[in-house]
């Protein structure tokens, strides 16, 4: 299921497009939904270090997957943004239906690499919605938010495709003001 997430997720993002028809204040409210998950994909990836480290700081503090949390927003955001609400069942569907079995893989993966320390933040830290006060595992955490990081792992194209996507969306707003479709 993990290699189909990403072509899923522009199937998707496609199938929204074709269906959507979106508005001004659609558009507006989808932005304020779906920006603070691209902020929140920035600053997990920030304190992310895959398979070297288990990332307890940072977002990692409130939930044990802030990069699928963000990824919620996001597709949340773009569900309201296209003006259709059939579409946003049909996202909540398709995470549920990805991103669940998607975290269980992840975290059996973890369990084995990160033993007791995971299982200890494991009944500390929520799967997926967020706690109210960050997880401290005892120790001082000195790590901080690593913009290297944000390169490496190249979360700046979710910012970039968050744009088109608005850009599109906008476009066939305006497009939909000035021709009137049959359905």
């Avoid at 296209?82 to 079995?101: D, K, M, N």
Wanted: glycine residues 10%; positive net charge; charged residues 15%.
């Amino acid at each position: 299921m993990q290699r189909w997430r990403v072509p899923l997720g522009f199937l998707c993002a496609a199938l929204f497009f074709l269906f959507s028809r979106p508005g001004p204040l659609a558009l507006a409210i989808g932005g304020v939904i779906a920006l603070p998950g691209l902020f929140l994909r920035a600053w997990a990836t920030g304190h992310l270090r895959k398979n070297d480290a288990l990332a307890t700081t940072g977002p990692y503090a409130y939930t044990r997957n802030p990069l699928y949390l963000g990824s919620f927003f996001l597709g949340a955001g773009f569900s309201v943004a296209s003006g259709r609400w059939f579409l946003g069942i049909i996202f909540a569907a398709l995470f549920l239906g990805i991103y669940v079995p998607v975290m269980r893989v992840e975290s059996a993966t973890l369990a084995k690499l990160f033993g007791e320390s995971y299982q200890g933040y494991v009944k500390a830290v929520p799967l997926f919605l967020p706690r109210l006060s960050p997880y401290r595992n005892g120790a001082r955490e000195t790590i901080r938010f690593d913009p290297g990081l944000y390169k490496r792992y190249r979360e700046y194209r979710a910012a970039i495709g968050l744009i088109i996507a608005w850009a599109l969306l906008a476009l066939k707003a305006v497009y939909i003001s000035w021709v009137p479709t049959p359905w």
